[in-house]
């Protein structure tokens, strides 16, 4: 994606490209197709995951926004703001691009496990434990728990792998007060949209949240049940003691998983046939939650 003249370009992400604005006072946050995989972004990109990412976030910010304020000022920036030097500009970021408030990020992630997947499986397998979290006995693999669970993780540096952490780790990290908020509005707001995914047919087995503090106030950041947040499998063939098919890039890391990549440069390209299911995938997301 090109660079936008006229804006100040602070940093790309995995996946967005981040403008200041407003003398700095907010950001431009642009949702672009690359997608990322065991923490390297891939040379292929997912025709409008981009767009599906913004629509869905913009979604959930609004029908969330009585637990915690979140850091949307205009969804439809272009519009609204810009001058008229930069509407060439229009077609390249419509409905990918958001307005937001200026934000001071968690140095952790917020993460909640409502299945056992992924690396949560793999640490319960071993220890019993998710997170300094003990289970009962004998789950077994994308098993419901008997109660979401809140599992922190570190922020690695670029090609660095986060790391789950106990509370009371995230707690020495980001401060007791705080976590404890980040951990009681992240329960509230996974059981909210779990129920609501689950009578729409998608089960939301685990998602990560970003929190950030804007003026002291802790605010919801970045993005928003989505499928590169979360993990969503589709409610109707999901049986417990398999990694049950998902509408998230987990079609993409078990690709990988299977090219058996040693997750070290250089970056595998996705065969058209990945990249044309992957979209689909996450259209199916969009369309199954009724997302207008």
Known sequence: MNRISGFNFLRQGKVR?????????????IASDR?????????????????????LSNFWFAKTKHFIANHIVDTEPFFVNW????????????????LVKKAAPLPIEAIVRGYLAGSGWKEYHQTGCVCGIALPKGLVEADRLPDPVFTPSTKAEAGAHDENISFEQAADIAGREIMQKVRDVSLKLYKFAADYARERGIIIADTKFEFGLCNGELILIDELFTPDSSRFWPADTYRPGTSPPSFDKQFVRDYLEKIRWNKQPPVPHLPDEIVSRTAEKYKEALKRLSVN
């Open 17 to 29: 490209d981040v403008y200041a604005v407003d003398n700095n006072r907010h950001l431009l946050i």
């Open 35 to 55: 997608i990322s995989a065991f923490d390297h972004v891939l040379p292929s990109i997912i025709p409008d995951k981009g767009k599906i990412l913004t629509h």
């Open 83 to 98: 001058k008229d030097d930069h509407l060439w500009h229009r077609d390249q970021l419509k409905r990918r691009t958001v």
